[in-house]
């Protein structure tokens, strides 16, 4: 059998920004009377009848074990003096692409992952800073000054370890892996904080004794690939600090969709098959505006009792048209076993994209800078 080594890339300069608790964040900079209370952006419970979903809280509300993607409910039952903001995501859209324009001064690699993060390649920058290090604290200082909120950086030489270390020293934090350290930051993390390892995965892994990041680089790259096919391969690498992706700066969505989460439930059939003709309407008029066609479309229905469930279809041709979209969801719907219970939230996707694959060759082809192997 043939074995490669292990191809490292070690040249890149990343860096990984990550506002901290943002939306929280924002609130308390417009109101003052927030300071050092805990705030969940979320409805509140009390008005809504135990509905929602916290978006997320800020460190005072952490502290009670609240944190996003809980129901509002759970998050008053921990914290009964909690703060609880619906929030205002226009406000937040907006902010956030006041923090891209500060990266832009820095740097054109930008790869934003969500309103509040992304990975910039520093590696040759627009101040001439051999130090990416120095880019990381003007950029925090830069957020501060202007729009007086915090981030977190983290500073590596690939993107999986730079996600890692912005999260090490939350808020306000600065951390820095530099190559030959690699090994030492990973091996103490629980196998719960590697980038890309969910709860499931994370039992599995402890199934097979590996709590942490030490214990994950005794396991052989044919058990992992074995256990977890081509994550395997990934979780291999990542054990030893090895992710050789590039900064993407044209990152190119792979699916387009719509949902919806209703604060009256939905209750009668009609009524779904309503909204979702309303959501079909939606999203092929982004499909349009982007000259956008795909072939796979997924139906997400949640259940009064949070139960999810998602189901697509395959096509043999792509579509974009509204009552294409709506045939296909309608079929999904059908074809779900009914619950009893009420549903909170309909979504309908669109993936497998008819212009991925092309665009996906010209990312693939862009030029990569590498140099200063050696320094951070």
Known sequence: MLIFPLLDDQSRKII????DAFFAAVEERDNPALRGKPVVIARDPRITGGRGVVSTANYEARRFGIHSAMSAKEAYQLCPQAIFIQGNYAKYREIGQQVREIFCRYTDLIEPMSIDEAYLDVTVNKIGSSSAVKVARLIQE??????????SAGVSYNK???????DYQKPRGLTVVKPGEALDFLAPLAIEKFHGVGKKSAERLRQMGVKTGADLLEISEIQLIDRFGRFGYDLYRRARGIHNGPVKPNR?????GKEKTYSKFLRQEADVRQELQS????LAASLEREDIQG??????IRWEDFETVTKRVSLDHPISKEEELLAAALELYDSIEQNQASIRLLGITLTNLGKEQEEDLLINNQEETATNRDSL
């Open 16 to 19: 990984h920004i990550d506002m």
């Open 142 to 151: 830069d957020i501060w000054k202007e729009l007086k909120l915090t981030c």
């Open 160 to 166: 999986f370890l730079a996600k890692l270390a912005s």
């Open 252 to 256: 190119i969505r792979k699916s387009y």
């Open 279 to 282: 959501l079909a309407r939606n």
């Open 295 to 300: 072939k796979t479309v997924v139906l997400k």
